[in-house]
């Protein structure tokens, strides 16, 4: 199942996982125009590669270990930790241990949907 723009309700074990590079999934939570929450899943070694958007950006670490990049600073972050990334800031990052990632866009990323 896919989920669809302004719904209220969004219960997250019948959203399909889509692909999202090797090793990393993704499920698209809830999203407006102007906001989006997405679930990314990550396998161990899996990297999000060096990007940048015209989103301003949120990331919170569900659950793992991550090296993150960010405007070319790197750290290593783990579960309760979150990174902001402005929009067209240049950011990417390698899974330390499998886990996963809830990033949160303003407006919500077209291309995802």
Not at 11 to 22: K, R, Y
Not at 34 to 39: A, C, D, G, Q, S
């Amino acid at each position: 199942m896919k989920t669809e723009k302004n719904n209220i309700w969004n219960f997250n074990e019948p959203i399909d996982l889509e692909p999202a590079g090797d090793g990393v999934m993704r499920k698209i939570l809830s999203y407006t125009d102007t906001l989006m929450v997405v679930e990314n899943h990550f396998d161990k070694g899996a990297v999000g590669a060096l990007h940048h958007h015209p989103h301003t950006q949120i990331t919170y670490v569900v659950s793992g270990q991550f090296e993150f990049e960010i405007a070319g600073e790197k750290k290593i972050v783990n579960p309760g930790d979150s990174m902001l990334k402005m929009d067209g800031i240049e950011h990417g990052c390698v899974c330390l241990q499998e886990g996963i990632l809830l990033d949160i866009f303003t407006p919500m990323r077209e291309d995802f949907v």
